[in-house]
């Protein structure tokens, strides 16, 4: 899940990743779409010390970011994406 930064008293805490980092976050607003933005991430040796970005990841990432912002998912449907049930019930 992203990391918004959006909760009460949030402007007084302030980021404390250094400028590269704060780049790279910004970055993905002006990239097209999800995939790209994933991609970017993944990409990002500075982050992670090597590119993650293969076909695998990039689509398994890409797909969870779709499912977490398509709406706000219920309890049911969080467990089933977890594979904590077989499938969400009838009200998810």
Not at 20 to 36: E, G, I, Q, S
Request: with cysteine.
């Amino acid at each position: 899940m992203v990391y918004l930064g959006h909760f009460d008293g949030s402007h007084t805490h302030p980021p404390r990743d250094q400028a590269p980092v704060l780049a790279l976050v910004n970055c993905p607003r002006d990239l097209p779409d999800t995939k790209a933005i994933v991609t970017e991430f993944l990409t990002a040796t500075s982050l992670w010390g090597q590119s993650l970005a293969n076909p695998a990841l990039v689509a398994a990432v890409v797909a969870d970011m779709a499912f977490l912002t398509r709406k706000t998912p219920s309890l049911a449907s969080l467990l089933a994406c977890a594979g904590l049930v077989s499938q969400p019930g009838p009200f998810a």
